[in-house]
């Protein structure tokens, strides 16, 4: 089991920039990756970035450039950096943890979420 808690979210101008947390307990070692998700009001989750355990990091293309995932292994803790925001930014974030489980299947944990508004 992988507890995740996520902190930082709030309004921001267009432009602006902010930083989510998230801070990991539980079975951490067995985490493969990490990574952020969003979900804009009536729309589905999507995927924002990643940071495996090499560390690897990868990022959806409406914020490569802009947003920068990094982890604190001391502090078992996940960072979003968020520069240069955008009104469609805006949604809730959502950190995850996966692990393989029994027969490799994937398993996922999630946080509770973090509101994100960016204004115009």
């Known amino acids: 089991q992988v507890q995740l808690v996520e902190s930082g979210g709030g309004l921001v101008q267009a432009g602006g920039s902010l930083t989510l947390s998230c801070a990991a307990s539980?079975?951490?070692?067995?985490?493969?990756?990490f990574g952020w998700y969003r979900q804009a009001p009536g729309k589905a989750r999507e995927w924002v970035a990643t940071?495996?355990?090499?560390?690897?990091?990868n990022y959806a293309d409406s914020v490569k450039g802009r947003f920068t995932i990094s982890r604190d292994i001391t502090k078992n803790t996940v960072y979003l950096l968020m520069n240069s925001l955008k009104p469609e930014d805006t949604a809730v974030y959502y950190c995850?943890?996966?692990?393989?489980?029994?027969?490799?299947?994937?398993?996922?944990?999630w946080g509770q979420g973090a509101q994100v508004t960016v204004s115009s």
């Open positions: 940071i495996t355990r090499s560390p690897r990091t």
């Open positions: 539980g079975s951490i070692f067995s985490v493969n990756a």
């Open positions: 995850n943890a996966n692990q393989l489980g029994v027969g490799g299947r994937r398993i996922d944990y």
